[in-house]
Structures are given as structure tokens and as C-alpha cells.
């Protein structure tokens, strides 16, 4: 009974047909920024109920149902990962849900490697093993579900796409994950690296300073980077610099600017309060969209547009 609880309380979901956020989904708790994955979009009615997306993260997914309780092709996909859910209404059945998803991924280009319904799949063990946004953005019934995974190489580039979907009470409820495969940038920036280019262009960017989604919250795998600021910033006494916060174009410019002048606040505030360098030294700034270094029409672009940079006066 505890292990069936569990599984029901478990939680993934997804809807379908394009169509742009709206302030309804905003309010359902996923954020100000969160918006359709381009090209697949939404079903109709639908609001965004989570939304988590990480330059490189993994993604668990099925391309195959279980045999006697147990995976027969489980694929771990390392990359950028778009984790969304939706809710809507009474009325469509999780089928017809489920079926625009995988009509719309197919027209997108993605070829099946599994779609299939509660017992087909593998029943309760087999939505243990997906991964699911937490309770209250996404919900899985274990008894009453369906499942789909699809892969697609394009420009040698491999992404996976699955989409779950289920019920909670009289709603539907659905949850669209798209990896994309990739190799780990490194992001580290070591203290001489940082000197170098202060030095040769007055600036330079930082991309191993991570916030969560819409939050100026330093999360703790950016210390490396912030101890090698401080190693710069402790070498040279005399050294003061602009710590300016950058953004890609999702969202509202207004919005956008106070994030990035919040996140340039932080990095300050770290530095200051963990390291010792005084308050004087550190200027903040925060330009959100206006600079961009790539095209904010691709992911590759926005995720070099969203940084953190040093600036020499």
C-alpha cells in the first residue's frame, strides 16, 4: 500500500497545440518566464502548471515497457533539459490529449520509440522510473495514464521528447520533457583566466554562476567560480569591478532588468559577506536583454546570453 501512495502521488504531465502563455499559467506557480516549448506547444485550454528548464541536466526516459516489473530500455539523456506541465479542465480524455502531443512531436520530426497505456507500459513500476515534476505541478495516477517517447537526429544532433499524461480528479494533466543531448560545456573560469581578460578587453563573462529559474538566489554549485573571483579580487587589492547581470529575451524587458540587477546584487553580496572583499571594490549593474553575445532565436544563444560578467571600469 505505501509503494502504491507513492506511485500515485508521483507526478508528470503535458498538453498540446501552440499557444503562448498565459497570465493564468503564470499564476498556477510556474513562473513568469515559463512559455511552450518552441514548436510543440500546448493542448487547447491548457495553463502551464510547472516549468524547469537547466542548461545541462539529465532526463530519464522509457523507449520500451517493462517486463516483469523491470526496464528492458531505460535511456539516461545528458543535455538541456525542458521539463513542462499542464492542466486542463473536464472534458477531453487522456487519449485525445496525449494524441495531439504525439501528432504534434511527429511534425516536428520525432520518430516513436514508445507510446503506450497503464498495462502496456508496465503498470505502476513503470511511472516510478520517469522522471516528474513535484506535487502540486504535476500528478500521475498510476492505474490511469499514457506514455509516449520519441527520438529525432537532426544536424547530428540527437533529442528525445516524452510526454506523460494522466488524471487528477476530473482534470488532465500532462508532462512534456525534451532533452538534448549535449556535452557539458566547461563554464569554469580560473582567477588568471579572469585577470586575462579584464586586462585584454575590460571584461569578462562567467558562466559557472548559477540561479534557479526567475530567482537571485546563488545556488551552491557556483562556489567554485565565486572562490576564484575572490581569488582575483584578493591578489590584486587595488582591482575594482562592475559585476553586471545579463538575460536572454524570454519575458518582459522590465522584468528582465530587475532579475539581472538582483542577480548582480547577489554575486556582490556573496563576495562581501564570504570573502572579505569590501563593499567599495564592487559595483552592481544589471542590463537584462541589452547585450546580448547570441542570437536569442536559438537555445544555444539564450544560453549564452544568460551570464554574469566582470567589468573594469
Request: glycine share 10%; aromatic share 8%.
Amino acid at each position: 500500500m505505501p509503494r502504491l501512495a507513492l506511485a500515485v502521488a508521483a507526478a508528470l504531465v503535458i498538453y498540446l497545440l501552440p499557444g503562448p502563455t498565459t497570465p493564468a499559467a503564470a499564476a498556477a506557480g510556474a513562473g513568469a518566464k515559463s512559455h511552450d516549448y518552441p514548436g510543440i506547444g500546448r493542448f487547447k485550454g491548457s495553463v502551464i502548471t510547472g516549468y524547469d528548464v537547466k542548461d545541462f541536466d539529465a532526463a530519464n526516459l522509457q523507449a520500451a515497457p517493462f517486463k516483469d516489473g523491470k526496464a528492458t530500455d531505460p535511456r539516461r539523456v545528458e543535455g538541456r533539459i525542458s521539463r513542462i506541465a499542464y492542466r486542463t479542465g473536464p472534458g477531453p480524455s487522456i487519449l485525445e490529449v496525449s494524441r495531439n502531443f504525439e501528432n504534434q512531436l511527429a511534425n516536428a520530426g520525432f520518430e516513436t520509440l514508445l507510446a503506450c497505456d497503464v498495462d502496456a507500459c508496465g503498470g505502476i513500476p513503470f511511472t516510478e522510473a520517469i522522471d516528474v515534476l513535484p506535487i502540486p505541478q504535476m500528478w500521475v495516477d498510476g492505474f490511469n495514464y499514457r506514455y509516449y517517447a520519441g527520438r529525432k537526429v537532426e544536424n547530428g544532433r540527437e533529442t528525445y521528447a516524452s510526454v506523460l499524461v494522466s488524471k487528477n480528479n476530473d482534470d488532465v494533466v500532462a508532462q512534456l520533457t525534451v532533452a538534448e543531448r549535449d556535452a557539458m560545456q566547461n563554464k569554469m573560469v580560473d582567477a588568471a583566466a579572469m585577470a586575462k581578460g579584464l586586462g585584454e578587453t575590460g571584461h569578462i563573462a562567467l558562466y559557472g554562476l548559477y540561479f534557479d529559474t526567475d530567482k537571485a538566489v546563488i545556488k551552491p554549485e557556483s562556489r567554485p567560480t565565486l572562490d576564484q573571483i575572490a581569488k582575483l579580487l584578493s591578489g590584486q587589492p587595488g582591482l575594482n569591478v562592475y559585476i553586471v547581470g545579463h538575460t536572454d529575451s524570454q519575458g518582459k524587458p522590465a522584468y528582465n532588468l530587475d532579475l539581472s540587477r538582483r542577480r548582480a546584487e547577489a554575486v556582490a553580496e556573496d563576495l562581501a559577506r564570504n570573502y572579505g572583499i569590501a563593499k567599495t571594490r564592487l559595483s552592481t549593474a544589471g542590463v537584462g536583454l541589452l547585450a546580448p553575445v547570441g542570437s536569442n532565436a536559438t537555445e544555444a544563444g539564450r544560453a549564452l546570453n544568460r551570464r554574469v560578467e566582470l567589468v573594469q571600469p
